[in-house]
């Protein structure tokens, strides 16, 4: 067909996907853009005991970054230690506690020498796993949302300055459970809450040059809290009980209930932690971080399909995984289904 010929129907339609082609291009190219010279850059990580912090820190110490790592012990900062570079500093952190958080805003600033902070990963995995609502006190979720919540906002207010200073970046890695609350206790919560505070944080810090990313990861296997130790902390809960509340739930139930979340987990825990440190290090390293990166197929599409599913079905969808208490006359425990 000659170009006489085309209709403007036609002529709109090109015209629409060439902007859609040129636009796409321009994404991948910008994507690819980094930061150059990082050496001397500092980094300041939450949470690198164990797990995902733990690699993280491993992995930015190896690129070049001057990476100070925060931990909740002395003997996580010293196997750190052992195995990394010289540059890479360690500090003691209880995120729980102002004055700990005060400490080592000092340490930070000593450790960056009038240079300011270039990067901040929040990073506060392992706290309490989730149980029924009906099970918990108020004190449970204290602990959960005194570190993961409240302990992040408190240790990036007292760092913003020094973030400032650098124009630099913030990557606030969450759980992609943050985009879908099914279970009782802090965890979701402390979720939402950092999803709601980084986008906020995010809008307000462009006019100082500092860019906020969210890191949103589903399970991994580094990251997870060994099952013994989820069992014992249910079991706990489980025999603090008021009778009444222990009687409408059913010994059954305690029973299917850890297997329905030692086997959720299992199904939709992914291997590779790498997928996570990769996404980091772009937020760190590209000139243009994006505002959210997924990580893990979980989080790409089971979570983020619930979260924009209509309430009618995401509640049977979840309802499915776990089993129903005896006080409902359900005979049949929740159904086991393979995601």
């Not at 930015?60 to 970054?65: I, N, P, S, T």
């Not at 992609?176 to 279970?183: D, E, S, T």
């Not at 979720?191 to 980084?198: D, I, L, R, V």
């Not at 299917?256 to 990769?278: G, H, N």
Request: aromatic residues 10%; contains cysteine.
């Amino acid at each position: 067909m000659s170009p006489q010929n085309l209709s403007l129907s036609d002529s709109l339609h090109i015209a629409i996907l060439a902007s859609m082609l040129s636009l796409i291009i321009y994404w991948l190219i910008r994507d690819r853009h980094r930061v150059t010279n990082l050496s001397g850059k500092h980094v300041f990580i939450t949470g690198c005991d164990t797990g995902l912090g733990n690699s993280l820190a491993k992995w930015l110490d190896k690129r070049g970054f001057c990476v100070i790592a925060a931990c909740a012990t002395e003997k996580g900062g010293q196997e750190l230690q052992s195995c990394s570079s010289l540059s890479l500093k360690t500090v003691n952190l209880n995120l729980a506690d102002s004055n700990s958080i005060a400490r080592a805003m000092v340490f930070v600033t000593e450790e960056t020498a009038g240079k300011g902070l270039f990067g901040l990963v929040s990073n506060a995995e392992g706290t309490a796993p989730v149980a029924p609502t009906d099970w918990l006190r108020i004190e449970d979720f204290h602990a959960v949302l005194d570190v993961s919540l409240l302990g992040l906002i408190e240790i990036t207010l007292k760092l913003l300055p020094l973030l400032k200073k650098a124009e630099g970046r913030v990557v606030n890695l969450i759980n992609a459970k943050g985009l879908m609350a099914f279970v009782g206790g802090g965890y979701s919560l402390s979720k939402w809450g950092m999803e709601a505070f980084s986008d906020t944080l995010r809008i307000e810090m462009q006019h100082f040059g500092v860019k906020v990313s969210i890191v949103e990861h589903g399970f991994f296997k580094a990251g997870l809290i060994n099952s013994d130790v989820i069992e014992k902390y249910l079991l706990r809960l489980w025999n603090r009980l008021t009778p009444e509340i222990r009687d409408s739930y059913g010994e059954k139930y305690f029973v299917e209930y850890i297997k329905a979340q030692r086997s959720s987990v299992k199904r939709l825990c992914d291997t590779d932690i790498s997928k996570v440190i990769k996404c980091t290090e772009h937020a760190l390293t590209s000139k243009y971080p994006r505002t959210r990166y997924r990580v893990g197929w979980d989080a790409k599409f089971f979570w983020l399909f619930l979260s924009y599913a209509p309430s009618c079905l995401s509640d049977m969808l979840l309802s499915m995984m776990f089993p129903a208490p005896a006080a409902t006359g359900r005979s049949v425990p929740g159904v086991q289904f393979n995601i």
